[in-house]
């Protein structure tokens, strides 16, 4: 009688039944080729295993709730978005009378224009937010002052910038872009809106200023609530509220003070909401009441000038 003949039993990867393999996924048992090996700590892992994993690894988190994040790809982008500004600008300066911030004008029938009267004849019609230009609240943070401007020309760009790059490396890093993002524009509309309630309706005003003194601001808040030595930075502080009084009497000084309050108020409430699932949702619930309440100001101040 012949020995009956045993066949081995051959093993092949689950995901590629064609291919043999004698090595198994030390997270499922399951058997993979080399395609699907993944290097483990121990074993290895087979891809849809590494899926899971990645989905149950838990993001990293700055102290105020955001991701983290080593480049600054919002501040960035934000100084690109100024520099084409300019150069938009420059090259057409029409945009400046539209998009600048200004809280009541007129245009009369040549394209000129005017000091806001509430009466005027119907040949004129009204710009600025009274006309409901509402963006120039916004816009107005992108715009800066000509090269052939006294006493700043192109320096007050170059300034801005210059500023906006070296707090942006800092800030942004701690409160990840969304929050960052959020930050800056409404710090650039908070220093709008207290132009419009301080300073003169017809006159109008630009830059990028007040935005960078949101960051300033902001740079202050997360510095007590780190716990960080507080002497270099209230020395920060200091100059920065030395230059805020004493440039008021060649810039905006009112749009300084808005952004510099506003973005210490909205990293108020960044920073010191509670941790937890309600986090995300009071922080935005408290950027959206600051707006509401610019809105509302905004609001009263045309009815003042508008009588």
């Known amino acids: 009688m012949e020995p009956e003949a045993t066949e081995s039993a051959v093993t092949t990867c689950f995901r590629h039944p064609k291919v043999e393999s004698h090595v198994r996924c030390t997270r499922c048992d399951r058997y993979i080729c080399p395609d699907c090996m993944r290097e483990a700590a121990v074993g290895h892992h087979c ?14 988190r700055t ?14 982008v934000l100084i690109g978005l100024n520099v084409l500004a300019y150069v938009g600008e420059v090259v057409r300066p029409a945009i400046v009378d539209r998009f600048d911030m200004l809280t009541a004008g007129l245009v009369g029938p040549d394209g000129g224009h005017y000091v806001y009267e509430s009466s005027y004849p119907s040949v004129f019609h009204a710009e600025g937010l009274v006309g409901g230009q509402w963006e120039r609240l916004l ?59 301080l300073a003169d309706p017809s006159a109008g005003a630009l830059g990028a200023s007040g935005a960078v003194f949101g960051l300033v601001g902001a740079y202050y808040v997360l510095a007590r609530r780190a716990g960080s030595n507080m002497g270099g930075v209230n020395r920060f502080m200091a100059y920065m509220l030395v230059w805020l009084v004493g440039s008021a009497y060649f810039t905006s000084w009112q749009g300084h003070l808005g952004g510099l309050l506003t973005g210490a108020a909205v990293t108020l409430a960044y920073a010191y909401a509670p941790r937890g699932p309600w986090r995300d949702p009071i922080q935005a619930a408290a950027c959206l009441a600051l707006l509401a309440l610019l809105v509302v100001l905004t609001l009263v101040r045309i009815s003042e000038v508008t009588g």
């Open 139 to 197: 816009t107005s943070g992108f715009l800066h002052a000509q090269p052939t401007d006294l006493p700043f020309g192109l320096l007050h760009i170059v300034m801005n910038m210059l500023a906006l790059w070296q707090l942006g490396r800092v800030v942004e890093p701690v409160l990840g872009r969304v929050r960052y993002l959020a930050l800056y524009l409404i710090a650039t509309v908070g220093g709008s809106v207290t132009e419009a309630l």
């Open 47 to 60: 891809v849809e295993c590494v899926k899971e994993g990645a989905k149950s690894v838990r993001q990293a």
């Open 63 to 76: 102290v105020v709730g955001g991701r983290v994040s080593a480049v600054p790809l919002v501040t960035y």
